[in-house]
């Protein structure tokens, strides 16, 4: 920067000399502001998702930048919604980035205090096995009178109203077939 | 209007700050018939300016925890809950308590204010109510023939100790924020320059020129400005500065369910809330009112103005807000005569000496 | 009524907004003044749990003066069916109708039928079967099943047998001074929405009617809906534009969850989970499906559950194994979510994987859930924050009672972090059975995964295990239909695009997506996982993911994700047109005939055969889809029509009748019997019930409290109070009360205050608001109090669970529990903490004289003097 455009650029030669001689827009305007844009325009992509909250089902964009997603709008093509957000619906992104989300898996052992860290796959394998034990041990093939139960009653399962359809599928068919059937969710409650 | 660099009446304040060809003013009409005190306002507006908390406290004023405006809450919900006897506005139904005698006044706020004295209620921008603020205020005796006081700091219920069925009440919610004035007097103290005119018209704090003085918060006839504690710089209200100059709405107004808030140019708006004003008139809202619309009021207008369905008061906004430099000019012209006079004196006493 | 649109469902209240800009009126029906009774034209407080009385009262305002839609009526409901002579109603039996049996507190139902259906009652079985299977719910998408034959009808709806007598004798006492006395609504007040409502229904005009959880959660819940449903019928508002009964679901897919149900009596579609003597065999289950003889679609009924079992085990189902039936887990009674807490209490339940829940602050009667979940072998909790159900073991209420120990509690609890909406693709059901399509935007981070990953390893995993068993036990699982492909960043993550194809509905032998349901085969050459949602996929297109902009389209927006089911945006829409296929009015015109075309139009997919004209008349004999004729538009009934009266299907009884909650400080004033006398109850120590009257002691909880949302928190908190923009909106748990009863308990305004049950008593900050308004039921005052349920010990802002002062007391039809009414006493002060709670707790037991071997009467006695 050359001494000229240093002093063009100072404040109070653009006030003396430009069309602001109070000095109180053009002439003060800084170079952060002059550049200001909507983080969402440099996105690197930008996906149209739902509102995880209630059941009105509004349209959300969700802005994306190097991985990370950096903003969370009403989507104003959704007839339903038309754009809008609730202050739910509108801390969407901090639901989703949020420090305080749990991002590891704990284990807290039989009588133990408290956590401890566990990894992915083992615990994978863990519960798989508990699933299996359980099932064993309370298996009924039929009732008193031999009509085939073909059940266990020794495992349940609450939660589906914030899943996917895809997902709710999953959990039914893989627990039906395991003989599960205590599968609940809130809309009993 | 008045004349260029004006520090009062109507001007158009974005070409008066130097912009030439500036595009038209922006501004938000904020309707309060149509708010449901959602408050995504609040959350949409610290989403994308990433706005810390204001801290957790229940403050007891209706469902208004945020208190006010703030260096970090930019836009502020009031829930204000009165009685509707004898008025009938906003109900098919009015008068329920009509006939019913209208008792004195019992909430803290009024006995606080006709007391004279201010303990911390937390509406003050940025102060968490003193723990004992609404205790003080139950301290004031009620009226010996009076309702028994709870502590409510709401308008008080005529007949609150009757047992005869009420069915008419009204609660008005108000999300308020920044009025852009005309004349902002904020900026006109800014001594950095760090609060300034945009081209849209609006008033945006520079936060990497601001020093932190505080000059601008005094001044504000609204209360408005506050300094981030911490941080020390001044912030409020951008008008989303950025996504404006994109051409994307503001963040509150983008969320706003029931476009209580409505972003626009400012013409357009004011256009459209007289006809919204004219609406509610028919309909029978006779209480309806427009606040802050009129460019000849002691701000020159502002740049975000609201449908109120009381006074202003009753929404803790200022019923006829100045701008304090109003007179700035008039007490330079006479600070000046006054120097130049003592400097004739001056003159005067040296030229006569011998 | 019943909702709280403005505060539980702000950007879907935009319309109600709009709807008033354009000149709508709106009222507000709710126990406490909220931010929706603010934009209402009309606010009018009522009494929490009687909301059947203020309904029945508009019904009887509505019989009284004929204000109904004659035509509709007449045309499209039950009305002039006449109805079996043995029947007795509640106003013969004060407060049963004929059947009830008190050994089992239900009823033998053959008295309901209609005339020369005498003996279907009968045979459908037995009723506390039908209600510990919660059946009722297989009705979400089809009425109960009926006989064939055509009923007997009286078309002057004079006959004293039609339903449209006996809904007019039922309802005859319910008028403005009762309404008055049980709901504490004024008579002008009452007569004004009457009017309003009457005025704005019929050909012209249409009045749409909204609830929320403020009614599915009762004893009676079912019956507040039918109440309003048979206004909406009698006013003709049904299956028109501007009309009908909108539920606002609170979750984002509990539609779905509920189509596709991860609940323990159901299979996709409303197809009943088989129980094991009613349904032994494969040929018993489905035709208590289709009900051979039937009108309407359930006819197809074994189309749609061949496919499902194709779907569920692919080549491996049959005609020779009866598609895999045997494989399916056999019912034997109730095994629902409250059912299964207390079976966790007394051993019987090894392991429990909650997803995205968290009963532990958002069921009812929270100490049992947390006291079940301490007796568990194991534990696995999936959510995206640290909730209350994952650290009961150290943190819950019970450990500072020091009823739960640390070291002394077995349960291995795993946390699986889970991973959030932006993070995978999938489809939510919204509140009007709208699929729409989720783009993902990032990978999940960490050790989030979605609940489709951890499903999809957990099969794979324990197949893996069991690869090779011969057990007779071990062939479903192993036989299961369970190839997905696997993709993202990760390489693991199935696609919930091949699930959503799989759910749509494929042929067998090619895997082409399949149209819709009508191309469903019995054969087994089609494979479809939920009949209802069959057309998702149709053409391989996912329709779920259609967006195209709602301003670039009329205002049904038919482009616009997919509605279940066959993107029928409103149901049984034919009546939007009257008989002869033409609108009722231009005004409301919606679905029609269209002559020349010979086919049905409109704005809507016709929920109707497209090419069946109005003047179809079935031939004699007809059943099934042929059996419906030209203008009966509830296609899915048993015989065409909107039901007026339920000969079938209900539990409770086929018209519904005001009933106080299982918990009330008020004595019936219409009939002897106090509550529902067929509610589900469990009688145990560990679910002690407050008293009412009769029975004495009523004044120990003196005061009716209620639950809801806050606008600014979710449930049970788990995804609001860990959000620092949220918390601070509302930070802490209070009480709202209304100003006389500070005055009359010495509460002071945002001062501690606590709130007793049997179960248990939380403390909360006072709000006292003139929200809040004490009524006057008979010749005395009723407060009520109400508490937001967010709180828990977990996240930034903590307070007590509102939840964990109810009991379990469940609606008959549905198994869902009565959390939106009981009664309490609320005293100044903050409540005492330790074993002292307990003990506090203890005494009040003793004063209101509850004891482990005393409950309420479901049946109200007849004793001259209540017992003691």
Excluded at chain 2, 272 to 287: I, K, V, Y
Excluded at chain 3, 559 to 572: F, I, Q, S
């Amino acid at each position: 920067m050359g001494v000229r455009t240093w002093i063009q650029e100072w404040p109070v030669y653009r006030q003396l000399t430009g069309t602001d001689p109070l000095g109180r827009g053009a002439a003060v305007q800084s170079e952060r502001s002059k550049s200001l844009t909507a983080r969402t325009e440099s996105a690197d992509s930008m996906a149209r998702s739902v509102c995880p909250y209630c059941a009105v089902g509004c349209g959300q964009r969700v802005f994306v930048k190097d991985r990370k997603v950096i903003q969370i709008e009403g989507d104003p093509d959704s007839p339903i919604s038309l754009g809008r957000l609730c202050p739910k619906g509108s801390a969407s992104l901090s639901l989703v980035t949020s420090d305080r989300r749990q991002q590891k898996v704990l284990y807290r052992r039989p009588y133990g205090t408290a956590w401890e860290d566990l990894d992915l796959d083992t615990a994978m394998g863990m519960i798989a096995d508990r699933v299996l034990a359980a099932r064993d041990a309370t298996w009924e093939d039929a009732d008193e009178d031999g009509r085939p139960l073909n059940r266990t009653l020794g495992i349940s399962s609450l939660g589906g109203a914030t899943l996917d359809n895809e997902e709710n599928y999953l959990i039914k068919k893989l627990f039906t077939a395991l003989g599960a059937l205590q599968i609940e969710n809130q809309a009993r409650i | 209007m008045a004349g260029p660099n004006s520090l009062y009446g109507p001007v158009d304040p974005a070409p008066d700050a130097g912009y030439v060809d500036a595009p038209p003013r922006v501004g938000f009409f904020t309707d309060t018939s149509v708010c449901i005190g959602c408050k995504a306002c609040e959350v949409a507006c610290k989403e994308w300016n990433l706005i810390p908390d204001d801290g957790f406290n229940l403050l007891g004023t209706s469902y208004d925890n945020t208190g006010g405006l703030t260096a970090n809450s930019w836009r502020h919900v009031a829930f204000i809950e009165q009685p509707t006897a004898g008025r009938g506005a906003g109900t098919d139904s009015p008068g329920a308590f009509a006939a019913m005698p209208v008792g004195p006044p019992a909430s803290a706020q009024t006995a606080v204010v006709a007391a004279g004295t201010a303990p911390d209620t937390g509406t003050e921008p940025g102060v968490p109510p003193a723990v004992d603020a609404l205790a003080a205020a139950g301290t004031i005796a009620p009226p010996a023939t009076g309702p028994q006081f709870l502590g409510m700091p709401l308008p008080d219920l005529p007949g609150r100790m009757m047992d005869a069925p009420r069915s008419d009440f009204r609660w008005l919610m108000m999300s308020n924020v920044c009025k852009h004035c005309t004349h902002a007097a904020c900026l006109d103290v800014c001594p950095t320059g760090s609060l300034f005119r945009t081209e849209f018209g609006t008033v945006v704090v520079q936060e990497d020129i601001c020093n932190g003085c505080g000059y601008c918060i005094p001044a504000c006839p609204y209360g408005v400005i506050d300094r981030r504690e911490g941080d020390g710089r001044a912030w409020k209200c951008t008008m989303c500065y950025d996504r404006i100059g994109d051409g994307l709405t503001p963040a509150c107004a983008k969320a706003c369910p029931t476009e209580s808030i409505q972003f626009g140019e400012l013409d357009e708006l004011r256009a459209r809330a007289e006809r919204r004003l004219e609406s509610l008139h028919e309909q029978g809202e006779t209480s309806a009112r427009l606040y802050g619309n009129s460019p000849d009021d002691g701000v020159g207008g502002d740049g975000a103005f609201f449908l109120l369905l009381d006074e202003p008061e009753v929404y803790g906004l200022p019923p006829d807000p100045v701008v304090c430099t109003r007179d700035l000019p008039a007490m330079w012209k006479r600070a000046g005569w006054a120097a130049l006079a003592m400097a004739a004196a001056v003159v005067v006493s040296f030229g006569r000496r011998p | 009524m019943g909702s709280n649109m403005a505060e539980a469902h702000p950007v879907g209240f935009q319309h109600v907004v709009e709807a008033k800009r354009r000149g709508a009126k709106v009222i507000h029906i709710d126990p406490r003044f909220t931010r929706t009774s603010a934009l209402a034209h009309t606010y009018v407080p009522v009494r929490a749990g009687a909301d059947i009385a203020f309904l029945g009262g508009v019904i009887n305002y509505i019989l009284s003066d004929e204000k109904d839609f004659r035509e509709y009526v007449l045309a499209y409901t039950n009305a002039s069916m006449l109805v079996n002579e043995g029947f007795k109603d509640t106003e013969d039996l004060d407060g049963l109708f004929s059947g009830y049996d008190p050994e089992t507190n239900t009823y033998d139902q053959s008295t309901w039928q209609y005339a020369s259906h005498e003996e279907h009652g009968r045979s459908t079985g037995n009723s506390h079967v039908a209600r510990d299977t919660a059946s009722a719910l297989r009705h979400e998408s089809h009425g109960s099943p009926l006989p064939g034959g055509d009923v007997a009808r009286d078309l002057t709806l004079q006959d004293s047998r039609c339903v449209y007598q006996i809904l007019k004798r039922h309802y005859s006492r319910y008028t403005p001074e009762v309404v008055e006395q049980v709901c504490g609504v004024p008579q002008d007040t009452f007569l004004e929405v009457c009017e309003a409502w009457t005025a704005n229904s019929g050909r012209e005009r249409t009045t749409a009617l909204v609830y929320s959880v403020g009614w599915t959660q009762h004893t009676v819940g079912v019956q507040y809906i039918r109440t309003g449903a048979i206004i909406q019928l009698l006013l003709g508002n049904v299956g028109r534009p501007g009309g009908g009964v909108m539920a606002l679901r609170g979750h984002a897919s509990i539609q779905g969850s509920t189509d596709i149900p991860t609940l323990f009596n159901l299979l996709p579609g409303y197809l009943p989970m088989p129980h094991h003597r009613q349904h032994e065999t494969f040929r018993q289950w489905v035709d208590a499906i289709r009900h051979p003889g039937q009108k309407g679609f359930w006819a197809n009924a074994e189309a749609y559950a061949v496919s499902l079992l194709k779907a569920y085990f692919g080549g491996a189902a049959t005609a020779e194994n009866d598609w895999g039936y045997g494989w399916l887990p056999r019912l034997t009674g109730d095994h629902g979510t409250y059912q299964q807490a207390l079976d966790m209490i007394d051993g019987k339940i090894k392991g429990y994987f909650l997803l995205g829940q968290n009963p532990a602050v958002g069921s009812a009667h929270g100490r049992a859930q947390r006291l079940g979940m301490a007796n568990l072998d194991w534990l696995v909790v999936r959510d995206l924050y640290m909730i209350e159900s994952a650290t009961f073991w150290k943190d819950g209420p019970e450990v500072a009672t020091g009823e739960v120990v640390p070291t002394e509690c077995r349960t291995e609890v795993f946390f699986m972090p889970a991973a959030s909406h932006v993070e995978k693709e999938g489809t939510f059901t919204q509140t009007q059975r709208m699929l729409q399509w989720r783009e993902q935007a990032v990978e999940p981070p960490g050790d989030c995964r979605s609940e489709l990953w951890f499903f999809y390893h957990l099969g794979r995993l324990v197949r893996d295990r069991l690869a090779g068993s011969a057990a007779p036990r071990d062939q479903g699982i192993l036989n299961l239909n369970w190839d997905y492909p696997v993709h993202g960043e990760r390489g693991d993550e199935p696609s919930a695009e091949a699930v959503l194809k799989e759910i749509n509905g494929y042929d067998s032998a090619t895997g082409e997506p399949l149209p819709g349901y009508l191309s469903l085969k019995d054969d087994g050459t089609t494979a479809c996982g939920c009949w209802i949602y069959s057309g998702v996929y149709a053409d391989g297109v996912n329709q779920a993911a259609r967006r195209k902009p709602g301003s670039e389209q009329d205002w049904v927006a038919l482009e616009w994700g997919w509605v279940w089911p066959a993107d029928r945006r409103t149901l049984y829409n034919r009546a939007s047109a009257d008989p002869d296929g033409r609108p009722w009015s231009e005004r409301k015109r919606y679905v029609w005939w269209d002559p020349e075309a010979g086919e049905w139009t409109g704005y809507d997919v016709p929920d109707f055969e497209k090419t069946k004209p109005p003047t179809y008349r079935p031939p004699e004999g007809a059943t099934g889809v042929a059996a419906i004729s030209g203008d009966d538009p509830f296609i899915m009934q048993g015989d065409g029509k909107g039901w007026l009266y339920a000969p079938g299907g209900l539990i409770d009884g086929p018209m519904p009748t005001h009933y106080e909650p299982a918990e009330s400080p008020v004595r019936n004033p219409l009939y002897h019997q106090q509550a529902n006398p067929t509610r589900k109850v469990y009688d145990r120590p560990d679910n002690p019930i407050n008293p009412s009257p009769p029975d004495r002691h009523v004044d120990v909880y003196p005061y009716v409290f209620t639950t809801s949302r806050l606008t600014e928190h979710h449930t049970a908190g788990g995804m609001s109070r860990h959000l620092a923009y949220l918390s601070e909106l509302q930070p802490e748990m209070f009480v709202e009360v209304s100003p006389e009863l500070a005055a009359e308990r010495g509460l002071e305004h945002l001062g501690w205050a606590h709130v007793v049950t049997t179960r248990t008593a939380i403390e909360a900050r006072v709000m006292v608001t003139d929200r809040l308004t004490p009524l006057r039921i008979e010749d005395r005052i009723v407060h009520q109090i109400w508490l937001p349920y967010h709180w828990g010990g977990e996240g930034l802002v903590t307070g007590d669970s509102a939840n964990d002062l109810f009991g379990i007391a469940l609606d008959p039809n549905v198994l869902i529990q009565e959390s939106k009414v009981g009664t309490c006493d609320i005293r100044p002060g903050r409540r005492p903490t330790g074993p002292e709670l307990l003990a506090y707790v203890d005494e009040y037991r003793v004063r209101a004289g509850v004891a482990p071997d005393r409950y309420p009467h479901v049946l109200t006695p007849r004793a001259d003097k209540p017992e003691a």
